[in-house]
T-cell receptor, first 111, second 112 residues
Framework: KNQVEQSPQSLIILEGKNCTLQ??????????LRWYKQDTGRGPVSLTI?????NTKSNGRYTATLDADTKQSSLHITASQLSDSASYIC??????????FGTGTSLTVIP | DTEVTQTPKHLVMGMTNKKSLKCEQH?????MYWYKQKAKKPPELMFV???????INESVPSRFSPECPNSSLLNLHLHALQPEDSALYLC???????????FGSGTRLTVV
């Protein structure tokens, strides 16, 4: 069964600190993996997309990694800001254009 | 244009009303999606249109009626909704092969 699991479910960090979010998946055949940031009441905004051959991709203070062998991905946020408070969703697609959502990690950055 | 535009952003409707949500994209994407999202939950797939034809209906109640007038537009017609239908409704589009997957900013629907 194709599944995407994220951890932790929620996270609270101090402003300026770094954090890492995890995404494990069983989706096959794999096409790509995306990380989205979703502010409350808004649509998800894409942060990174990685295909099978990509190990790391950065977007400003966001760095995503992918280990296609172990089917794991992480999203590292550097020097967190209050505006990083949001839900972060991992979405994995298969080659048949089906999308599988993780349950998300709720990040709260406090001053 | 790399956006998916949804209107309205907010909608309050009574249980006897008829309303429509609209979604538009001009990226040439051939697949368009409707999702329903409750607070603190991931989006739940409702409908998928591929090349303007309904390809997936995730057992959605008939009070939700999708329509794809052309390759750039996707509507969701609402009728006789229940309070539990209150949610964020998201539209997305993709170019196929799992790529170019873009969400709209959503419509916050409240049924009273």
């Amino acid at each position: 069964k194709n599944q995407v699991e994220q951890s932790p479910q929620s996270l609270i960090i101090l402003e300026g600190k770094n954090c890492t979010l995890q995404c494990n998946y069983t989706v096959s055949p794999f096409s790509n993996l995306r990380w989205y940031k979703q502010d409350t009441g808004r649509g998800p905004v894409s942060l990174t997309i990685m295909t099978f051959s990509e190990n790391t991709k950065s977007n400003g203070r966001y760095t995503a990694t992918l280990d296609a062998d172990t089917k794991q991905s992480s999203l590292h946020i550097t020097a967190s800001q209050l505006s990083d408070s949001a839900s972060y969703i991992c979405v994995v697609s298969d080659t048949g254009n089906q999308f599988y959502f993780g349950t998300g990690t709720s990040l709260t950055v406090i001053p | 244009d790399t956006e998916v535009t949804q209107t309205p952003k907010h909608l309050v409707m009574g249980m006897t009303n008829k309303k429509s949500l609209k979604c538009e994209q001009h990226m040439g994407h051939r697949a368009m999606y409707w999702y329903k999202q409750k607070a603190k939950k991931p989006p739940e797939l409702m409908f998928v249109y591929s090349y303007e034809k309904l390809s997936i209906n995730e057992s959605v109640p008939s009070r939700f009626s999708p329509e794809c007038p052309n390759s750039s537009l996707l509507n969701l017609h609402l009728h006789a909704l229940q309070p539990e239908d209150s949610a964020l409704y998201l539209c997305a589009s993709s170019q196929g092969g799992g790529f170019g997957y873009t969400f709209g900013s959503g419509t916050r629907l409240t049924v009273v």
